[in-house]
């Protein structure tokens, strides 16, 4: 299988029939309660994989949290088969089994209702270049996490005096404990993504591209402004 080529599951969305696939999109893994072997970490005694699936049917978004189920706990060997893209190759019964929903955006806007209105302008004015050009909505995306970043308290410059950058600033947040490492990973993935609309490149911004920083600032702003 191509590296390019889309990951599903299937039958995973509350809001649709059984057969429907829904897209792996994102995911990062947490992991807590270390073992050792002679001074040398073995495992994990517990591992939390943090996911965002795109349903085909009805576009909802999905963010599911997986936890295999062990007593002894989880081996370096087992890492791969459960941790990030991992949870998109499981069966669905061994999905089922081992995830729950956290939150769905089924008819929701991209950004939730309580959001500022400094990152709300941010995002309209994305909506108006849209139509013209991809890579131009795609900055706009960033710049209105940046106007997130910015809303949370995230600091302007370094203890240096330098500038701080984009990256600098999310991983503030998440080290003054403002987001959570989910938050802050899905930050980070929306800052790459639309790194493609803001340099020169023989790669554009494609479609989905596009739907992914959507979903990923949909689930920012419902995380950290929602209720």
């Known amino acids: 299988m191509s590296e390019d080529e889309p990951l599903y599951q299937i039958g995973i969305c509350p809001n649709c029939p059984a057969q429907t696939q829904q897209q792996f999109l994102f995911a990062t893994e947490e992991s807590s309660g270390p073992m050792t072997d002679l001074g040398k970490l073995v495992a994990y005694k517990q591992l939390e994989i943090f996911s965002l699936f795109r349903c085909v049917r009805c576009e909802s978004i999905l963010f599911y949290c ?8 989880i081996r370096f060997d087992e890492l791969d088969y459960y941790a990030v893209e991992g949870v998109a190759r499981l069966t669905t019964a061994q999905f089922q089994e081992l995830s729950s929903l956290l939150h769905s955006t089924k008819d929701e806007s991209i950004l939730d209702s309580s959001t500022p209105e400094l990152v709300k302008r941010c995002y309209e004015i994305g909506t108006k270049v849209r139509p013209i050009s991809k890579d131009l909505y795609a900055l706009q995306l960033r710049k209105t996490l940046e ?8 600091p302007d410059q370094l203890e240096s ?4 950058m984009l990256w600098q ?5 998440k080290e003054k404990n403002v987001v959570g490492s989910f938050i802050c990973d899905a930050a980070h993935k929306l800052k790459e993504i639309s790194n493609n609309g803001a340099h020169y490149s023989e790669s554009t911004v494609t479609d989905g591209d596009i739907r992914k920083l959507e979903h990923l600032l949909r689930l920012i702003t419902s995380y950290v402004y929602g209720s």
Do not use: S
């Not at 997986?66 to 706990?73: F, L, N, S």
């Not at 106007?147 to 995230?154: P, Q, Y």
């Open 66 to 73: 997986t936890m295999p189920e062990t007593t002894a706990g």
């Open 147 to 154: 106007a997130i970043c910015k809303d949370l308290g995230a």
């Open 161 to 164: 005096g330098r500038r701080a």
């Open 169 to 173: 600033q999310i991983d503030a947040l």
